[in-house]
């Protein structure tokens, strides 16, 4: 009876944890216009995949977007245009950051109109 007992308390317990966890996972394309190479696909999604909360990561420089997953207790949306603005790239309606665009590789510049000035 105790055997019974403890393994039902178990299951919901993993059924309830499982089920936390895929409420979590949040996801989102968000749109880079200045993302048109390999070499931009490859330096985001090396730098986002290392950051905290971010579970996949998928940048197509063909359709200027980028889409995220992530887990909403350890990140969210806002944070992860910052870093792609902090990584030089624009994103959404968070421009990239001029000093960052500036250290871009020149093949990576592909600005038609310029950064605005802090």
Known sequence: MNTVILS???ITGFTVSSYAQQKA???AVIK???V???VCKTRIEN???HED???SVKADYRKHIV???W???RTNIENIKTELANLGYDADDVTADPDAYKRLPITCQHRTQPIPKK
């Open 8 to 10: 039902l308390i178990m």
């Open 25 to 27: 996972i949040q996801k």
């Open 32 to 34: 880079t216009p200045n």
């Open 36 to 38: 048109q190479c390999e």
């Open 47 to 49: 730098h986002l995949a």
């Open 53 to 55: 909360g971010i579970s």
């Open 67 to 69: 889409t995220v997953t």
């Open 71 to 73: 887990y909403s207790d």
